[in-house]
């Protein structure tokens, strides 16, 4: 046993609407949410996350951008869009602070006194997408950065690795990481596939690791991903802390990609995951929810993903 694992979530995160029928929707929480009604689910501690401060927030994104997204406040049933494919309406500010608020308070449960050693943030909006200086692909704030600068200000952790399995590349994470070789960044991802970033010739200052899967790739293909290339890179560094960036959108019937990735292979990274962080991070795991697109398929994939941080 781990210990007890930690549950964040905010009703704000079930508020945020980009736009109406968009992909990114409240259903999807609602899907994750249910699924850890479950039983086997009882023992999680669950806490109401808090919104992330403006000087967290400042390590990672200049103050004109924190300025930018905070100002957008359209009345009920108003749509503000900020990107082709990202909108924001009444709750998105506030549930973008709550998405980073919420993985700095895994942050400081995981690296606290206490008894918690692995946190799961059921929130969105997303943030792996989002750039230093603009929101992108249904992202407003770098929550997996955010963790990992706060771990660093607040904790004092020297090393921080952030693996990012959700089917498209972390771009946002990537910028913000690119020329810190204090943070490692490791992610699988389908190509040819939005953004277009994360070549494996990507590299950084030797601190950025990206893994390519073709379009039609199976669960064989993302463990051998993760398991020759990118975990060995992790091995390598030695965080003491691993920050996931847990999308779920890899799987086989999610409609926004064509990887066939199933949930014994997610099952099967957190496993290793947690295995690497028992190894050099005194066992402290931060997952924050990303993609992931099929309802069903995403609320059994958050299950699997549980699942594993608790056993
Ligand atoms: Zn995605």
New binding site residues.
């Given amino acids: 046993m781990s210990g007890p694992v930690l549950l964040l979530t905010h009703h704000a995160c079930l508020a945020h609407e980009n736009f109406p029928d968009h992909p990114e929707c409240p259903d999807r929480l609602r899907a994750v949410l249910s699924a850890l009604e479950a039983e086997e689910f009882a023992p999680l501690l669950r806490d109401v996350a808090p919104e992330a401060t403006e000087a967290q927030l400042l390590r990672v994104h200049p103050p004109a951008h924190v300025a930018a997204i905070l100002a957008v406040r359209p009345g009920p049933g108003r749509f503000v869009p900020v990107d082709g494919d990202t909108g924001m309406n009444h709750a998105s500010a506030g549930a973008a602070l709550r998405a980073a608020g919420a993985a700095v308070a895994a942050v400081d449960a995981v690296c606290g006194p206490g008894a918690v050693l692995r946190a799961f943030c059921a929130t969105r909006p997303?943030g792996?997408?989002a750039e230093p200086e603009r929101a992108m692909?249904?992202c407003f704030f770098g929550n997996a950065v955010v963790a990992a600068r706060h771990a660093q200000a607040a904790h004092g952790l020297a090393r921080v690795a952030i693996l990012d399995f959700?089917?498209?590349h972390g771009n946002g994470t990537q910028a913000m990481v690119w020329d810190d070789p204090s943070i490692l960044f490791a992610s699988s991802?389908q190509s040819p596939c939005?953004p277009g970033t994360g070549a494996e010739a990507e590299t950084g200052a030797g601190n950025v690791f990206n893994a390519t899967l073709p379009p039609g790739a199976d669960g064989a293909a993302f463990r051998a991903a993760w398991a020759e290339h990118l975990l060995p890179a992790v091995e390598r560094f030695a965080p003491e802390l691993i920050v996931v960036s847990a999308?779920f959108?890899a799987h086989a019937r999610d409609p926004?990609?064509q990887l066939r990735v199933r949930e014994a292979d997610f099952a099967w990274l957190t496993d290793e995951i947690c295995h690497l962080a028992g190894r050099h991070a005194r066992g402290r795991v931060v997952s924050l929810l990303?993609?992931?697109?099929d309802l069903s398929a995403l609320a059994s994939c958050a299950a699997v993903h549980l699942r594993a941080l608790m056993a």
């Avoid at 990303?290 to 697109?293: F, K, R, S």
């Fill in positions: 997303p792996h997408h692909g249904f959700d089917v498209h991802h939005y999308g959108d926004l990609a990303e993609g992931g697109y």
